[in-house]
């Protein structure tokens, strides 16, 4: 039998979010705010966003390296990858 699934926080992040990326040591969410070129950083113990981040036009998504932790975002209107070091 499946899990019954249910919402339980919205967080406001930045306009047009569209792709996350999650590193799971360390508890962080990262979220592609496309219409205003930032990064929101989700503390996911604490359903709250602690840092909204400049990162360049239009980021499409967040991949983590769960190694290292560095987080590599594509930004598409100038086809760049950003790195951010936590």
Known sequence: MPATLQEIARL???????????????GIVYVGNSGESTVSLID????????TLVVGPTPKAAVVDPVTGRVYVPTKADDLVRVIQP
């Open 12 to 26: 406001p992040v930045g306009r047009l979010p569209e792709g996350l990326g999650v590193d799971p040591n360390r």
């Open 44 to 51: 996911g113990a604490k359903f709250s966003v602690f840092a």
